[in-house]
């Protein structure tokens, strides 16, 4: 069956870096584009990166471009999150997903912490 596990997160000082990661299976992962999507406390899921198929076209939400760079690999169906200059407001439970923002299938998440 589909699942998503992400990981990765954790608490960092505003200014830090992580790299998030996300195992993918139970679907053809070379034929669809990846998103990564966060959710804080009392706000909506927001998009944070997509990552196309063969071209990997890559689009960033306006609030991380410049600090996020996002990618996969799809000999191991894995899709990454390198997250640099992080602030506070970056505070937020991280999700992979292949099939949007109303897929039936989420993963546990993956917190992350930007506090000093």
């Known amino acids: 069956q589909v699942k998503f596990v992400e990981s990765g997160g954790g608490l960092v000082q505003p200014g830090g870096s992580l790299r998030l990661s996300c195992a993918a299976t139970?679907?053809?992962?070379?034929?669809?584009?990846m998103t990564w999507y966060r959710q804080a406390p009392g706000k909506e899921r927001e998009l944070v990166a997509t990552?196309?198929?063969?071209?990997?076209?890559?689009y960033y939400g306006d609030s991380v471009k410049g600090r996020f760079t996002i990618s996969r690999d799809n000999t191991k169906n894995m899709v990454y999150l390198q997250m640099n200059s992080l602030k506070p407001e970056d505070t937020a439970v991280y999700y992979c997903?292949?099939?949007?923002?109303?897929?039936?299938?989420w993963g546990q998440g993956t917190q992350v912490t930007v506090s000093s």
């Open positions: 997903n292949a099939f949007g923002s109303r897929s039936k299938y």
């Open positions: 139970g679907f053809t992962f070379s034929t669809y584009s």
């Open positions: 990552i196309t198929t063969v071209t990997s076209s890559i």
